[in-house]
């Protein structure tokens, strides 16, 4: 078997606010097809990073690398052509439109932006195919045509990944996919982003350890803006210096 590619690589990536170090020097590898966990206390710089790797935030110094591409500096729509997508932790819904509507305004943004290859009415059987699809991904085939505002707090977040997954991306950054969800939510989300996962590369940020212990293949640690700790997740739990950052919180 050949080595799987690096999806994400960054090499020495720092952020400075007016003199405020929030990432210091973090070097990030993630392989190809596996699912990666950032962890850390609030303003280890972990909202940052995601920041910089989808290009809202241009970093200090350092490099940004996503399959195998320099992507440093880029604005966010040149890295979304890479086949970079993020998940936002805030809900951006319609209550009024439908699962079904929110897809279909989602691959219609993309065609616009020359994204996605939807342009003649001939191809409008096949985007609808699209839509199915995308719904069926996140289980949401059987509420595809209810208002969004009826659906509970945990269907909605299905419907968000959704949207992400209308950009076909290859690397999903996923934003707290569990936060405020309670224990029934957690587990479907977990199956829900192994399923994702399967084919595409998964870095994601979550507080609920129990969530980085069922989906992460290996895990980084950041504390004030550096690496702490990186490795498989049970390596990484058992570290010490984790442990205190932890409980120093
Ligand atoms: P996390 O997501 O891990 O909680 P953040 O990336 O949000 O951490 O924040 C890391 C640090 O950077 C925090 O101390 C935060 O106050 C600071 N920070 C984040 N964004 C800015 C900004 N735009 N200007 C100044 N400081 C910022």
Redesign the pocket.
């Given at each position: 078997t050949s080595t799987p590619r690096c999806a994400l690589r960054t090499e020495g990536l720092t952020k400075d606010?007016?003199g405020?170090r929030?990432?210091s020097s973090v070097d990030l590898e993630v392989a190809e097809g596996t699912v990666h966990a950032l962890v850390?206390?609030?303003?280890?710089?972990?909202?940052?990073?995601f920041n910089l790797l989808t290009g809202f935030l241009r970093p200090s110094s350092g490099r940004i690398r996503v399959f195998g591409d320099d992507v440093t500096g880029m604005a966010p729509e040149r890295i979304t052509r890479h086949g970079v997508a993020r998940s936002f932790q805030i809900t951006s819904l319609f209550e009024n439109l439908t699962p079904r509507e929110h897809v279909e305004i989602a691959l219609q943004g993309l065609t616009n932006q020359g994204l996605r290859f939807w342009r003649s009415e001939k191809l409008l059987g096949r985007r609808r195919e699209e839509v199915d699809r995308l719904l069926a991904e996140v289980g949401l085939t059987e509420l595809a045509d209810r208002p969004t505002g009826l659906m509970a707090y945990g269907q909605k977040r299905a419907l968000e990944l959704a949207l992400v997954l209308a950009v076909e991306p290859k690397l999903l950054l996923l934003d707290e996919p569990t936060a405020g969800m309670g224990i029934e939510d957690v587990d479907r989300t977990i199956e829900l982003v192994r399923r994702i996962a399967a084919g595409r590369t998964v870095v994601f940020?979550d507080h609920n350890m129990h969530v980085v212990g069922q989906l992460a293949d290996r895990v980084t640690v950041?504390q004030q803006?550096a690496v702490l700790a990186e490795g498989p997740y049970d390596e990484v739990r058992a570290d010490a210096r984790v442990i205190t950052a932890y409980l120093g919180e």
């Open positions: 606010f007016r405020f929030a990432v850390g206390p609030n303003g280890a710089g972990k909202t940052t990073l940020v950041l803006g």
